[in-house]
């Protein structure tokens, strides 16, 4: 697709849509990641077409040669963003250009094409408006995801010249279960996510599916989450499975791990450290070992930790095992930075509070 050329969405109606009866049940209790929505977008890349063939159509399984491309060699990446209901019936994104951005890159590191940044929004509003209605209301949101694959039929190793863009939608409730005020994260001596020069600033596939067996010691240690260390001196906090992370000390300050290539640059990373620093907060992007953390929360000097990510927001971390033991931060519940920059970060997803930085995003 040319810069000036404007691809032309063709909808296909879903011919039996859910029961508004039926859908209302379901978004009582959605839970996370289990609960579709009607319609789903496909666009389709060829080297030599450019991206072609823009479609809103029925949610439904995806015809794929066993020889894809994307089944041998993963050349595959997602995002995952919100959309949230509006007190006059609305809808919003937050950030989706941030998305849009953190899509290109990913797909600039799996040797993917590019999609135009209008073409990820203009595919996100889409589908939101025609399935408006799975958007749940109260504290829920409409999580959505697009991605892309590699889909040329052929076995040899190189970089794809088919490849397929698609977005779905998921009715979310919270991302965590269970009535804990803050969750538990074991950290892994044994495994890393991601090494210097590799893919863990990109988010594909691979990286999540080499956090699995870390995430399932985890949870053989009743944890609700895996902390990485580096993959090089394996002492420095890197990320969560899924989430980044950051550590509120006694003097008001915080701390998240720098980027450098091997940690996801998270949008809501990135929004806490733009709000911490409007309210006055120091806010440091530096190394933070898992040995100072343990000494650091013994002597009292860290406060609060919390993860953040699109699925999590901002959820405390209460406990931190490892083979050595566990410690506790804090008194084990939500502090009160913590929720104070998550009130500020939800008041403005949800539009219950000024945007200063212009981030809302009104799809209808």
């Known amino acids: 697709m040319s810069k000036t050329q404007k691809l032309q969405f063709v909808h296909t109606p879903h011919p039996s849509p859910l029961p508004a009866d039926q859908r ?23 080297e030599s077409k450019g991206w072609h063939d823009a479609r809103v159509e029925p949610r439904a399984p995806i015809p794929m040669d066993p020889a894809a491309a994307v089944l041998h060699y993963a050349q595959e990446v997602f995002e995952g963003l919100k959309a949230y209901r509006t ?15 953190r899509f290109q890159k990913s797909a600039e590191r799996l040797a993917m094409p590019s999609l135009p940044e209008e073409l990820f929004i203009e595919s996100c509003d889409k589908l939101v408006s025609i ?18 694959f590699a889909n040329e039929v052929f076995l040899g190793v190189k970089p794809s010249s088919d490849y397929l863009y698609l977005v779905i939608a998921s009715s979310v409730g919270a991302y965590f279960k269970g009535d804990s005020p803050a969750v538990s994260v074991w950290v892994s001596d044994d495994y890393t996510r991601a090494a210097p020069g590799g893919t863990g600033a990109a988010k594909c596939g691979g990286n999540y599916a080499a956090s699995l067996l870390a995430q399932a010691e985890a949870t053989q240690h009743k944890c609700d989450q895996v902390v990485f260390l580096d993959a090089v001196e394996r002492k420095w906090i890197e990320e969560l499975g899924g989430m ?10 915080m701390v998240t791990p720098p980027l450098g290539g ?26 933070y ?25 901002l959820t405390p971390i209460g406990t931190v095992r490892s083979k050595d033991g566990e410690f506790r ?35 209808f």
């Not at 898992?290 to 953040?308: M, N, P, T, V, Y």
Request: aromatic fraction near 8%; glycine fraction near 10%; include cysteine.
């Open 244 to 253: 980044n992370v950051f550590f509120v000390f006694d003097d008001g300050s």
């Open 131 to 148: 399935d408006r209605a799975w958007i749940p209301d109260g504290d829920g949101s409409l999580y959505l995801r697009p991605f892309m």
């Open 289 to 313: 070992s898992i040995q100072q953390w343990k000494a650091d929360a013994a002597s009292g000097k860290l406060r609060e930790a919390f993860a953040c990510g699109t699925a999590a927001v």
């Open 262 to 287: 091997t940690i996801l640059p998270g949008i809501t990373r990135n929004s806490l450290l733009t709000l911490a620093r409007d309210k006055g907060i120091t806010v440091r992007e530096e190394r």
């Open 329 to 363: 931060i804090g008194n084990g519940s939500p502090g009160q930075r913590t929720e104070e920059l998550k009130a500020a970060l939800v008041g403005i997803q949800r539009g219950k509070a000024a945007d200063p930085h212009k981030w809302i995003h009104r799809v």
């Open 87 to 101: 007190a006059d019936g609305g809808a919003t994104l937050f950030r989706p250009i941030e998305n849009a951005r």
């Open 24 to 46: 209302a049940e379901l978004l009582k209790n959605p839970g996370f990641g289990r609960v579709f929505t009607d319609h789903m977008v496909t666009i389709r890349y060829h």
